[in-house]
């Protein structure tokens, strides 16, 4: 986790080899848990040089930028995914997740759906619709989504606090902390479920 210094390093092997995109692609993330989003963002334009057919590389820019709230340069790597990868559930997966970034529920649902008609299994993009749904303040509809995630994978702990935070706006506070509480009594060196805890005792009034 020493991300300045493994930078370093990635950047002196890209620089000995100019094609080692993994390189290239390393520095980038490394800048980016430094909180440097423009110069991971110039390196990831660099992997892309290197490798205009790798998928990953345009969905993790299209996610940086959109992190960064540069929503047309993120759409703008989409549509060249999308170009590149016309059947793939994970572009339109990362284009619900970027509507959900942008407030936009109905797009978010619109995409979610288009990933699942690929892919009908894939738990990120029941998370997005449950999102969604309860952004759009359709909390029957976002809790039947996140249950599905749920029976898709009840150990993801992504799908659990997601889960839970729609059983807030579905059923009541206690109900979700409750669901909490016994997931950190199974899984207590889980920190997510106290931070979520936290955050629903928090909506609740109760801190």
């Given at each position: 986790n020493n991300f300045l210094s493994a930078h370093a390093h990635f950047r002196s092997a890209y620089e000995l080899n100019k094609k080692n995109t993994r390189a290239a692609l390393m520095a980038a993330q490394s800048l980016w848990q430094l909180y440097q989003g423009a110069e991971a963002i110039k390196w990831l334009q660099k992997t892309i040089?290197?490798?205009?057919?790798?998928?990953?590389?345009?969905?993790l820019i299209s996610?940086?930028?959109?992190?960064?709230?540069?929503?047309?340069?993120?759409?703008?790597?989409l549509q060249m995914a999308i170009k590149l990868s016309p059947k793939s559930h994970e572009v339109y997966r990362s284009l619900a997740q970027m509507e959900l970034k942008r407030n936009n529920a109905v797009g978010a649902m619109a995409n979610g759906k288009?990933?699942?008609a690929l892919y009908d299994t894939d738990i990120p993009s029941h998370l997005i619709l449950a999102r969604a749904h309860q952004q759009g303040g359709d909390y029957r509809e976002a809790y039947q989504w996140a249950?599905?995630?749920?029976?898709?994978?009840?150990?993801?702990?992504?799908?659990?606090?997601?889960?839970a935070e729609v059983l807030v706006d579905f059923q009541g506070a206690q109900s979700a902390i409750k669901y909490m509480n016994e997931l950190i009594s199974l899984n207590p060196a889980e920190k997510e479920y106290r931070r979520t805890l936290a955050r629903?005792?928090?909506?609740d009034g109760k801190l």
């Open positions: 040089k290197n490798d205009p057919k790798e998928l990953s590389y345009f969905l996610e940086y930028y959109s992190e960064r709230y540069e929503f047309a340069a993120a759409i703008a790597h288009k990933a699942l249950s599905r995630a749920l029976e898709l994978d009840s150990k993801n702990s992504k799908t659990n606090v997601v889960y629903i005792y928090l909506k």
